[in-house]
């Protein structure tokens, strides 16, 4: 039998030089490649958006209309192409209301699942509800057995009121002869006299609690009472607003007088006993009453279930007293109230002349500093004057936060409230308490557990709750699909290395890898078969602990009768693919060919394989010849650190030296570094509003001069930023065309050779170099701008040529062919050498920054920092022969934080990474780096190790010091796993 392939002929797609592959189906097939050696152009933009644009041209032109539209691929044609799926990198959902249980959407089926079978409870006495039917009531009564005598009441008051009058009247009028009246059987024509000649009696009656419940009826159970039973159910029903008192002799007879005080649901009051029921979710305690159990009513997103104060969002923005008090050892005159200090100078005399006015009636100086004030006075200031402080100091004083909110409460424009909120921050919500529901959503429960107690439970100890719960009955045939459900999407999450992951998490707070497992575990959970998966680097921010379980989920796949396509460079998951395909040789015009394609086996012995060749230790990146060691006094300090996991630890961060915080998935890097040591390093460095995370403080700070985060978001979200304005050099490179002499001649300065300005660029297409023409169901086509061509400059701009090279003709070159072209001018020099260092000689100046992978624009990040010093390491002081201005440059000290940097990066590009990391060390600065990647970890001179494990069991400190120390650390799984990777590079 002929083996099925996906046969791809002829790929020109970006770099692709003429591809023509053969992909086996129903296996693991992995691609792999130095990074911008056309991997994704194959995967994604090739047999993925090929598969994808046969789909939607299935669908019928009415259905195109609401999809996306993909355009075809450069390819001549694909043979065998199943249907395919992709789960790409990409940012998370920055939606506040967006969450891991939203993502999967385990919470839909807990909405339902809550809204079938979930218990109700009274919010307020926390009784359980229950809700029966007339039928159910009159079977329950009957149960009370053959002779037993019974009253069945209407509740018609309960509380104060002062229709008391009214209600029996009506009842007299109806017909009814006895009521009985907090406990005491009255006849009703005795009370209608007695409330119509006693009018205090009446009024007493108005300020103090009264209950009373008409008799409808007075039975004996026999077997043929059923009907008449059913009926005066009903009309207590009908009359008690869905509410029945059904009261058992047990021993009185019913005309005797009983004293009854309150009315819980069951309870016994002499020797009658009441028996209270309900057609609808009412607590009869309490009075209060539960909406219809609906999915909607759990549903935060929805006004039927979310908190009327947050508005579903767990959180409110309030105005916070340390934005309003940055500083406090400002003094009240000198601009300690900032929001106050920084208005209109009119209003800021105003405020200030108020200020003068208390601090006179609480007699202190308005020159004393804030920190100095007593609790009493800051109190008064901030939150302004009781009435006991008015009565005392014979003084109103509004306070400075009733003023901010009334100000924004009335603030006629956005600007307006936009410079209030800065000194606003986010609380948990007093009403919910940061459950986002309604208290009478929150009060159904399942085994004793609401809907947002479930999402608070991580992943790994809701898969094992879940497992264990059962139901009963009618439950049980309700419940049986549902549990299914959300039993298979958390025993996925947790296989695939997320069990740490509480399942209120917001997507917002989820790194990239992270989000793309959550988006993989969705996809296992369909059971889809003979579809193509296409996975961009699932392994992105997983330990390598964790690789073998998401391995194991991948192959499940594959096993059930998929086929899946991995862009990866992790070396598990290369060697554990069934057939590989390299690309090379290069990157960029150097790249697109495939170098090698077959079984794995195969391939790492082909010489002619870059990745084979780092695969099989021929090449390696080696071990530093000397770790930097760090000076003692040169520590940054994060003591007493507790938000989120991090288990009120203490973390030392060594200066100068390459620094990685290790740890497995969901042990506290990213708490540690993005949510406490950034902020505070922000606040202090720029003064920042930002609020870091719970921690007691930071020592060291004051060593820091400057601190640069570099991540992997684009450095532009339009094609009109590229890597060579992000840099710099393109205003450089603008200026020395300004500076020829035709330019000069002709007055054109710097401003005329941006295609972002107008004069300049191309007025049809605006700069664009392209115009976009709608097809309606047809992709959208992208037509090549008649008037300039493509170049986006005008012609007379285009006639302006250095070297014989218009300005447009230097966008298309490449990095390291500018680098020539320019080699004589060193400001544009050292930014485009800078390029180079960190790999992307391959690029052209001009390529559209949203055309770049995660890890391009990372290293165009770096570039921009290399192009600010120089071209060579310098020590920390600068050399003997540097300027003065250039010594001073080197005596700054500057972080750089670096949040998994080997992200899309093939063994060569590390191998340039820590390169330029190093350099920017030996320049005189810190590099702190959150990583997986071993190669990374081995190099460095510092680490931090997190965990043991992830989520409640993770945010200790497991080991510290150089990596050789590391590995001694028994708790520690990053030194496990180390300790293979510095014995192979010692040997």
Not at 190 to 197: C, F, G, K, M, N
Not at 401 to 421: H, K, M, V
Not at 497 to 509: E, F, I, K, P, V
Not at 874 to 900: C, F, M, W
Request: net charge neutral; glycine share 10%.
């Amino acid at each position: 039998m002929e083996p099925r392939l996906i046969r791809v002929i002829g790929a020109r797609q970006h770099n692709l030089q003429d591809v023509t592959v053969e992909i086996p189906r129903d296996q693991l097939v992995v691609i792999t490649g130095l990074s911008g050696s056309g991997k994704s152009s194959l995967a994604f933009d090739t047999v993925y958006a090929e598969g994808q644009r046969k789909y939607v041209e299935s669908l019928s032109v009415h259905a195109r209309h609401f999809l996306e539209q993909i355009g075809k691929p450069d390819v001549e044609r694909i043979e065998g192409l199943p249907p395919t799926l992709a789960i790409e990198q990409g940012a998370p959902p920055t939606n506040p209301r967006s969450t891991v249980a939203t993502t999967t959407e385990i919470y839909d089926f807990l909405r339902v699942l809550f809204a079938r079978v979930g218990t109700p409870h009274c919010p307020k006495c926390g009784r359980q509800i229950f809700s029966r039917s007339v039928d159910q009531i009159v079977d329950v009564v009957q149960g009370y057995g053959e002779g037993a005598r019974i009253m069945v009441m209407a509740p018609l008051v309960r509380g104060a009121s002062s229709e008391l009058p009214t209600i029996l009247r009506r009842i007299q009028r109806e017909g009814f002869v006895r009521a009985r009246v907090d406990g005491e059987l009255r006849d009703v024509k005795e009370l209608a006299e007695l409330t119509a000649e006693s009018e205090p009696a009446l009024a007493k009656r108005k300020r103090s609690s009264a209950a009373i419940d008409v008799v409808v009826d007075r039975i004996v159970i026999r077997e043929d009472i059923r009907s008449r039973l059913a009926d005066a159910v009903e009309l207590s029903l009908s009359l008690g607003d869905g509410t029945v008192i059904v009261s058992r002799e047990n021993g009185k007879a019913p005309g005797e007088p009983t004293k009854l005080k309150g009315q819980p649901a069951s309870k016994t009051n002499g020797e009658w006993v009441d028996e209270v029921f309900s057609e609808r979710h009412t607590c009869t305690s309490c009075g209060i009453s539960l909406p219809e159990l609906s999915p909607r009513a759990f549903s935060f997103n929805s006004p039927y279930g979310a908190c009327e104060t947050c508005g579903g969002l767990g959180t409110t923005l309030r105005f916070d007293p340390q934005l309003i008090v940055p500083d406090d050892a400002l003094t009240l005159s000198g601009g300690a109230i900032a929001p106050w200090a920084a208005g209109k100078k009119k209003v800021g005399v105003t405020h200030l002349k108020l200020l003068k006015s208390l601090c006179a009636a609480l007699d202190i100086k308005s020159d004393t500093t804030f920190s100095e004030l007593s609790d009493d006075a800051r109190r008064i200031i901030l939150h302004g004057t009781t009435r006991a402080d008015t009565k005392k100091l014979e003084l109103e004083f509004e306070g400075v936060i009733p003023n901010l909110e009334r100000r924004y409460r009335a603030a006629g424009s956005d600007g307006g409230r936009s410079r209030l909120s800065n000194y606003q921050r986010e609380y948990v919500c007093e009403t919910c308490g940061g459950a986002r529901l309604k208290n009478t959503s929150l009060a159904v429960c399942i085994e004793k557990r609401n809907i947002h107690e479930l999402t608070l439970l991580p992943i790994a100890d809701a898969t094992e709750w879940f497992e264990l719960l059962t139901f009963e009955g009618e439950a049980a045939q309700i419940a049986d699909a549902i549990l299914r459900e959300i039993r298979q999407r958390l025993r996925f999450m947790r296989d695939v290395g997320l069990g740490y992951l509480t399942l209120d998490r917001t997507s917002a707070t989820l790194s990239g890898g992270e989000a793309q497992r959550i988006r993989l575990a969705t996809q296992l959970g369909s059971g889809l078969v003979g579809v193509c998966y296409v996975l961009d680097e699932p392994t992105i921010g997983l330990h390598q602990r964790d690789n073998e379980r998401l391995l194991t989920s991948i192959r499940n796949l594959v096993d059930i009768g998929n086929t899946v396509i991995v862009v990866e460079h992790d070396e598990d998951v290369i060697r554990a693919g069934d057939y590989l395909i390299d690309m090379g040789p290069g990157a960029g015009l150097h790249g697109g060919k495939v170098i090698a394609a077959g079984c794995t086996a195969d391939v790492l012995r082909d010489k002619t394989s870059i990745t084979a060749r780092y695969l099989n230790g021929e090449y390696g990146i080696p071990l530093p010849e000397e770790r930097r060691q760090p000076r003692r006094s040169d520590f940054i300090q994060v003591l007493g650190a507790t938000q989120n996991n991090l288990d009120k630890i203490d973390v030392s961060i060594p200066l100068g030296v390459l620094c990685a915080v290790t740890g497995v998935s969901g042990s506290g890097k990213s708490t540690l570094v993005s949510q406490i040591l950034l902020p505070a390093l922000r606040r202090r460095l720029y003064k920042s509003k930002e609020q870091p995370g719970e921690h007691d403080r930071i020592v060291g700070t004051n060593k820091i001069d400057k601190v640069i985060e570099i991540d992997q978001t684009p450095i532009g979200r339009t094609p009109r930023s590229n890597p060579a304005t992000y840099t710099g050099v393109f205003d450089e490179i603008r200026r020395l065309y300004a500076k020829t002499k035709e330019a000069r001649i002709r007055g054109y300065n710097a401003s005329r050779f941006s295609f972002n300005a107008k004069g300049g660029r191309c007025e049809a297409c605006q700069g664009q170099g392209t115009r976009r023409i709608e097809m309606h169901f047809l992709p959208d086509v992208f037509v090549e701008c008649q008037e300039c061509k493509g170049t986006r400059y005008s012609r007379e701009t285009q006639e302006i040529r250095y070297r014989g090279r218009s300005i447009a003709d230097v966008l298309e070159m490449r990095v390291e062919e500018a680098l020539r072209f320019f080699d004589s001018f060193p400001k544009i020099k050292q930014g485009l050498q800078a390029l180079s260092d960190v790999g992307l000689g391959y690029v052209r100046l001009g390529q559209p920054s949203n055309t770049l992978s995660g890890g391009e624009a990372q290293r165009v990040k770096l570039a921009a920092e290399l192009s600010k010093g120089a071209l060579h390491p310098i020590a920390p002081n600068g050399p003997p022969s540097a300027s003065a201005t250039q010594r001073a440059k080197y005596q700054s000290h500057t972080l750089y934080v670096l949040d998994e940097p080997t992200t899309g990066l093939h063994f060569a590009d590390i191998q340039t990474l820590l390169a330029v990391l190093n350099r920017l060390v030996d320049m005189g600065n810190t590099v702190l780096v959150i990583e997986h990647n071993l190669d990374v970890i081995k190099t460095a001179d510092w680490i931090v190790d997190l965990g043991p494990e992830g989520g409640e069991a993770g945010g200790k400190v497991v080991a510290e010091g150089p990596p050789e120390q590391v590995i001694t650390a028994k708790a520690s799984h990053t030194g496990r796993y180390l300790a293979p990777k510095l014995a192979t590079s010692n040997a």
